[in-house]
């Protein structure tokens, strides 16, 4: 028997976020711990009259293949993975690790190798399909976040509002929200963060901010645009820490100068974040700039799904750009990093307050 908080997953999944419709071509991609949302899924998609396509990985998959896998490997063109996405109309991934540290000690380069040689699959993905992606709750992230599993169950789906008699009411609700912030922000030139550790300005004038509220990224709640690419001067520090598929980053500092990262370290793997930047050009430069705004969540738990929505958080990203955005940073990598304005942090629009305190001043 399917769990009813997995039925009503399942149908937020593929009815509000992807639009599934009759006759799509619909990829699952589901790590093994999360089999019983492969079965709520794969029923809701042929209920909507689609075609589920399975595809259930083994939560070392990843560990095996940086592991053994020659660099003629990682050299070789994706062309299965290229003609397969080619003919996929809705991608729904969910991930659910059993191990978060299980690519701690990966090849560097390795990784960077396999994020640069998926990146034609990954541009069809994020322009010519209908995608999400979402976690499952497990017992590896319930530690991360520092919490029990039934206290992180229940922040996963409190998160998505799951238990709400209606969620997609509530994620129109945010939505609406936060096109009143983007109404204010689509009119400023220079955007300044300020904040512990924290000094930095750039530039998104005639730029788009694009409003998220569920359909990229469940769950979501976050404005996010591409600042102009040389315009980033100042520095910025990132106590939340991150990760670049499953290997962490702690206390990252960042200096920028005409829009380029000149100085970086991290107290924790600098030797992944020295390996991203040297990834290609763009790796250095911003392509995203993004404000949190699910109140709903209110610690971090070390998984960036989550983080970046932390409501009175910003997140800036290294690497490509969104073309929504009007953004034009070229690059293999799209590295989000958190932080937190909520004690002592503000965001000011032109010189005026924004955001103090992680609190909106509209």
Request: proline share 4%; net charge negative; charged share 25%.
């Amino acid at each position: 028997m399917i769990h009813p908080i997995h039925e009503k997953w399942a149908k937020l999944l593929t009815d509000y976020c992807t639009s599934v419709k009759p006759g799509d071509n619909v990829l699952l991609y589901i790590q093994t711990p999360a089999i019983d949302m492969a079965r709520a899924l794969t029923r809701q998609v042929l209920k909507m009259g689609a075609k589920p396509i399975m595809r259930l990985y083994y939560p070392e998959f990843e560990q095996d293949v940086y592991e053994l896998a020659s660099d003629r490997y990682f050299e070789s063109e994706p062309s299965f993975e290229l003609a397969e996405i080619k003919q996929i109309d809705a991608w729904i991934r969910i991930g659910a690790p059993s191990n978060t540290k299980s690519l701690q000690n990966a090849d560097k380069k390795k990784v960077a190798a396999a994020m640069k040689q998926n990146r034609p699959v990954q541009n069809i993905r994020l322009n010519e399909t209908r995608w999400v992606g979402t976690l499952y709750p497990t017992a590896a992230l319930a530690q991360d976040a520092d919490m029990s599993l039934d206290e992180y169950e229940k922040f996963v789906y409190g998160a998505m509002f799951l238990y709400d008699e209606d969620p997609v009411a509530q994620w129109n609700e945010i939505h609406s929200m936060q096109e009143k912030l983007i109404n204010r922000l689509k009119v400023a030139n220079e955007v300044h963060i300020k904040g512990d550790g924290t000094d930095l300005k750039m530039n998104v004038k005639d730029r788009i901010w694009v409003n998220s509220a569920g359909l990229k990224n469940m769950p979501s709640g976050e404005v996010f645009t591409g600042p102009i690419e040389n315009s980033a001067n100042g520095t910025i520090t990132y106590k939340i820490p991150s990760s670049v598929r499953g290997v962490e980053v702690e206390n990252v500092r960042l200096t920028f100068k005409d829009g380029k990262v000149v100085d970086a370290h991290a107290d924790k793997g600098n030797d992944l974040l020295q390996a991203q930047l040297e990834t290609d050009d763009g790796a250095r430069f911003l392509g995203e700039l993004g404000i949190g705004t699910n109140y709903n969540i209110q610690k971090p738990t070390k998984q960036i799904l989550y983080d970046e929505k932390i409501g009175g958080t910003i997140h800036l990203a290294l690497g490509q750009s969104y073309p929504e955005t009007l953004g034009t940073n070229d690059s293999a990598i799209h590295w989000d990093m958190i932080c937190d304005l909520r004690k002592g942090g503000a965001i000011y629009l032109d010189g005026e307050l924004f955001q103090e305190n992680g609190e909106f001043k509209l």
